[in-house]
């Protein structure tokens, strides 16, 4: 089964993803689609071969990738991180108004005094501010680019997602011809798409003609002004989707990717929704695990269990469109924000619903926070509308959810969610035989062995797993009965073993080496 054919391609699988990408960015859906129709256009008068189009046409779709990555620490320094974004499109990445909007985006959310000592660090020193999210950006795009299988090429551009024509980017100041041509070319495609579809032809060309030489190389600025008219033409196709998958590099049978293949690419589609939150840094393959695991003990049939494990494991893909200004919000949320989370599955749903393949995957992923009493959301479906995938995944999630450290909670003990669980059953929220089969699963779930990888010690796991929930030193402290400075120590001593310099790399390296997510069972 696993080398039988999925019925759809990577293609399509990216497409769905940049359609997450777009929320993120707080820009209407279907941006990176239309960017990749610019960006193609461009490639293909620019001469570039076929190696080099198809570098474009990847490099374009996931180039946003890594931006939610760091969406904790650009919502901690700039308040709501999507609209931060949305408004950096207004102005060139360089000089006085870009300087005037960090400045007056930092600190947003916190108290006068906090907000001021913000300002004042962007104000003296913007770029060593900015440079260590814009690694931690460039990294988990690249990751995602090799775990997507897109190959090398495509992840190598992407660590210059951030340069500029004029060296005057970051991380590392590329300049020039340094700076790969694909991203030269996506550079100018993903932002001239911003200005194309606000207002038209002639406020894109005037825009990419003022950064010619600076944010821009000259000679793509050059192809794009003789074609503008055109390349603006195809953008806005009709059907956007199909028009970006007509010029997929693979196309027909040998794009198809098999059942294995696709269960890959949707692990690694769930690890990078996570780390949106890093509290929830491998929650979505937790829940895969349980939900596949309780689906089994129920008896259910191989396809069906293949289903509840995908959708378990893209379940949480629309939360990237929700700011982590409200996820991680330290009070109440308003009515506005609180309908803002509710609609989160729905944007999952609808964003996987796009691929005909996923489609009964979006309609179980989409329903994982519905209750059979109907209180859930998005739509209050109840018992009858249900189906047991959907119990089963609503079950593993709250399962899981309460297990897990949350900004306004400590994750409970294994003992008080299932006592919760079990409450949920009894009020008739959840299923009766989904919790049990749950906890049954759950129960099964012990820890897999006592060593690690790379020299990883038991307690430098421990240790890595707070680190790439986003926990504190002094929370880690706390929790293992150490000191800040052996915590700060411990750290050192990790990155230096697995070879990275930042949370987000401390996240996958944990992720891809099953040091998360943590046992379930006590």
Not at 39 to 57: I, P
Not at 227 to 243: C, F, I, P, S, T
Not at 348 to 358: D, E, M, N, Q, Y
Not at 446 to 459: E, F, K, L, Q, Y
Request: charge should be neutral; glycine fraction near 8%.
């Amino acid at each position: 089964m696993g080398r039988s054919r999925s019925g759809t391609s990577r293609a399509e699988v990216l497409a769905a993803l940049s359609l997450a990408v777009d929320l993120g960015l707080g820009l209407p859906m279907e941006h990176m689609l239309r960017a990749t129709l610019l960006a193609t256009g461009l490639a293909r008068r620019l001469g570039l071969d076929e190696r080099a189009q198809a570098t474009v046409y990847y490099a374009t779709q996931v180039t946003w990738i890594g931006c939610h990555a760091d969406s904790r620490e650009v919502a901690d320094w700039f308040g709501d991180d999507i609209a931060f974004r949305r408004d950096t499109y207004d102005v060139d990445w360089s000089g006085l108004p870009f300087l005037r909007l960090l400045v007056s985006r930092a600190g947003r959310g916190h108290p006068p005094v906090t907000r001021a000592a913000r300002a004042a660090a962007m104000l003296v020193a913007p770029r060593a501010r900015l440079r260590d999210l814009i690694q931690s950006h460039c990294a988990s795009a690249s990751a995602l680019a090799r775990r997507a299988g897109l190959g090398d090429a495509v992840s190598e551009a992407l660590r210059f997602a951030f340069e500029r024509w004029d060296g005057g980017g970051l991380p590392g100041g590329a300049a020039r011809e340094q700076v790969p041509i694909e991203m030269r070319v996506v550079h100018l495609a993903e932002t001239a798409e911003v200005y194309l579809h606000r207002s038209g032809v002639a406020d894109a060309l005037a825009m990419v003609r003022a950064r010619s030489g600076t944010q821009f190389d000259p000679a793509v600025v050059a192809a794009f002004a003789a074609g503008a008219a055109e390349l603006a033409e195809e953008a806005a196709a009709e059907d956007v989707w199909r028009a970006a998958l007509d010029r997929a590099p693979e196309r027909g049978a040998a794009g198809e990717l098999t059942e294995d293949e696709l269960d890959e690419l949707l692990e690694a589609v769930g690890d990078f929704a996570d780390l949106k939150r890093p509290a929830a840094t491998g929650h979505s393959r937790a829940v895969a695990a349980l939900a596949a695991g309780a689906a089994q003990s129920l008896g259910l049939d191989a396809a069906e269990i293949r289903l509840v494990r995908r959708a378990g494991l893209v379940h949480d893909l629309g939360r990237m469109g929700v700011s982590n200004g409200i996820w991680e919000k330290p009070g109440p949320l308003s009515d506005s924000e609180r309908e803002r989370v509710r609609l989160y599955p729905y944007l999952t749903s609808r964003i996987l619903g796009r691929v005909p393949a996923l489609r009964e995957v979006a309609t179980v992923a989409g329903a994982h926070q519905e209750r059979l009493d109907g209180t859930g959301y998005p739509h209050g479906l109840d018992a009858v509308s249900l189906r047991r995938p959907q119990r089963l995944l609503a079950a593993a999630d709250v399962y899981v959810g309460l297990r897990e450290d949350r900004h306004y909670r400590p994750a409970m003990s294994a003992d008080d969610a299932a006592r919760r669980l079990r409450e949920e059953a009894r009020a008739a929220r959840l299923d009766a035989d989904a919790v049990r089969a749950v906890l049954e699963a759950a129960g099964a779930r012990v820890s897999r062995r006592g060593h690690w990888p790379d020299g990883i010690t038991a307690r430098e796991a421990d240790v890595l797993r707070m680190v790439a929930s986003g926990q504190p030193n002094a929370t880690i402290a706390a929790a293992l009965h150490i000191t800040e400075k052996t915590v700060r120590n411990h750290v050192q001593h990790i990155y230096t073993k697995i070879g990275v310099s930042n949370r987000t790399g401390a996240s996958l390296y944990a992720l891809s080496h099953g040091i998360l997510p943590a046992p379930l069972a006590e």
